[in-house]
T-cell receptor, first 116, second 112 residues
Framework: AQSVTQPDIHITVSEGASLELRCNYS??????LFWYVQSPGQGLQLLLK??????LVQGIKGFEAEFKRSQSSFNLRKPSVHWSDAAEYFC??????????????FGTGTLLAVQP | NAGVTQTPKFQVLKTGQSMTLQCAQD?????MYWYRQDPGMGLRLIYY???????DKGEVPNGYNVSRLNKREFSLRLESAAPSQTSVYFC???????????FGPGTRLLVL
């Protein structure tokens, strides 16, 4: 069955520290991969996406993610966290094949807290 | 350019009441989606619409109906609300299936 796993429900880091949020997926073929961020009371905003090509993708707000096919992972990283990064982060996968719609499967999210 | 808008922002219903959640996008997108978000479960797809005039079930369609009124609007209807439908509902859209989905701000629904 297709699924996305975010093993860390909650992470706390100090401001200025590095960050890595984990995402593992189970999918029949090479999927499209996304990271979204949700600030409290807000909708989801796309941080970055991987469709093909270079497996290290850069996103907004200084985030990057690396697609590792052998590990079925798409971990999100940031070298230095800012207090404004406190939010919930969602990994999602979608079909890379044809079709008119992209039925995304979301992970359960990782809530990031940033200590001063 | 407002993107994806949803109304209402917040609603309280009693069990058995009906209501319609409205979603509109002004980006000329073909595909639209309804998700629900519950604590510890991420977002789950309720229904989607590949294009005007078509709708299909997602992962959790029971208890819901949808209407793709035109290219801009995609509504979600609860005919007889149940406490299990207490959730935050998000509408999303994208140009076609393989592209980034853009999300609305959400509707918080409480069913008593």
């Amino acid at each position: 069955a297709q699924s996305v796993t975010q093993p860390d429900i909650h992470i706390t880091v100090s401001e200025g520290a590095s960050l890595e949020l984990r995402c593992n997926y189970s999918y029949g073929a090479t999927p499209y991969l996304f990271w979204y961020v949700q600030s409290p009371g807000q909708g989801l905003q796309l941080l970055l996406k991987y469709f093909s090509g270079d497996t290290l993708v850069q996103g907004i707000k200084g985030f990057e993610a690396e697609f590792k096919r052998s590990q079925s992972s798409f971990n999100l990283r940031k070298p230095s966290v800012h207090w404004s990064d406190a939010a919930e982060y969602f990994c999602a996968v979608g079909p890379s094949g044809g079709g008119a719609t992209n039925k995304l499967i979301f992970g359960t999210g990782t809530l990031l807290a940033v200590q001063p | 350019n407002a993107g994806v808008t949803q109304t209402p922002k917040f609603q309280v219903l009693k069990t058995g009441q009906s209501m319609t959640l409205q979603c509109a996008q002004d980006m000329n997108h073909n595909s639209m989606y309804w998700y629900r978000q519950d604590p510890g479960m991420g977002l789950r797809l309720i229904y989607y619409s590949a294009s005007e005039g078509t709708t299909d079930k997602g992962e959790v369609p029971n208890g819901y109906n949808v209407s793709r009124l035109n290219k801009r609007e995609f509504s979600l209807r609860l005919e007889s609300a149940a406490p299990s439908q207490t959730s935050v509902y998000f509408c999303a859209s994208n140009p076609t299936g393989r592209e980034t989905q853009y999300f609305g701000p959400g509707t918080r629904l409480l069913v008593l």
